[in-house]
């Protein structure tokens, strides 16, 4: 059985990436390196390029211009050994659904087995929570159940790159949270790569260590989670409860303030709390600038904090 080495350097590494349709710039002059083992989330607006930056990633659509390197290898000339490296969770995938879960998996491990060696079927359903499903119908499953079905199909040739599209569509609270728990074990311990496209931005604070804004075929911001947070927004809200009234302040220093506050205030100051802008805020921010026609100070501005 043939064991491909996992290529050195970036997993992606991407230069002046261009893609026009007809008389449309889609992308203009893409710019970034995902580094091994890495969760990074790409969001913007419908619309931004994403899904076309993603499909050029995968060797799904041939570029414009420009350079893209994906584990070592041009896209457009990846061959079976390069594909088997990679998995794909697609947002919505419909086929299939007359085989039974188990029996489904372990066909697809197949097409991964002259490459790498697979996940058990049955180790594969424990780990996306579907073993007591195994021998039903893929028609039968709920949403969630077969949204953690195009997860466990998605990595079962144990991906050294994973891309994921809105991945926890349908699933509950709990389950989101098993999913989560999954990605980082991917990463801790089989050393996985993630890229993850998603509109719901408190999944991407919580999965992603690195977030990349793209609108208008740009990247307009490229940062941690904390760090866009704290661009968006120049003060943060202080509460606290003093005298059995709630207090409020702005500052541009909340650590600096709170810790004053703690220092002279004899203990009567209780629940105490500092909000500061979250990753949606930070998000909403910028994309309103940017559509409002401020690109460019939109863009300063976050280069000048994440810098």
Request: charge should be negative; charged fraction near 25%; glycine fraction near 10%.
């Amino acid at each position: 059985m043939a064991d491909p080495q996992s290529p050195t350097g970036p997993a992606i590494a991407v230069s002046n990436l261009r893609m026009r349709y007809g008389d449309k710039d889609v992308l203009s002059g893409l710019e970034f390196t995902i580094e091994p083992g890495t969760v990074t989330a790409l969001l913007g607006p419908n619309g931004a390029g994403k899904t076309t930056t993603v499909e050029i990633l995968e060797g799904f659509r041939a570029r414009s211009g420009g350079d893209v390197s994906v584990l070592g290898a041009d896209p457009e000339r990846g061959d079976e050994r390069w594909r088997a490296l990679m998995g794909i969770v697609l947002q919505e995938w419909r086929d299939n659904h007359k085989w039974r879960v188990r029996d489904l998996l372990v066909h697809f491990a197949e097409y991964y087995r002259p490459y790498a060696e697979p996940w058990g079927a049955d180790e594969l359903l424990e780990l996306v929570g579907l073993a007591e499903q195994a021998g039903q119908r893929i028609s039968t499953l709920s949403g969630g159940q077969r949204r953690r079905l195009d997860v466990a199909a998605g990595i079962v040739g144990r991906p050294t790159l994973l891309f994921l599209d809105e991945p926890t569509t349908g699933f509950d609270p709990h389950a989101r949270r098993e999913f989560h728990e999954l990605i980082h074990r991917l990463c801790d311990l089989e050393g996985t790569t993630v890229l993850l496209t998603t509109h719901d931005l408190d999944e991407a604070e919580k999965l992603a260590e690195r977030i990349l804004i793209l609108a208008g075929g740009r990247i307009i911001a490229d940062g941690s989670p904390d760090s866009l947070a704290r661009a968006a927004a120049t003060t943060a809200e202080v509460k606290w409860m003093q005298d059995g009234r709630l207090q409020v302040h702005a500052t541009d220093d909340a650590t600096a303030f709170a810790r004053k506050l703690l220092a002279t205030d004899d203990g009567a100051v209780t629940d105490l709390e500092i909000h500061r802008a979250s990753l949606e805020e930070a998000y909403l921010s910028l994309v309103e600038q940017f559509e409002g026609g401020e690109a460019e100070t939109a863009i300063d501005t976050f280069q000048e904090v994440t810098t």
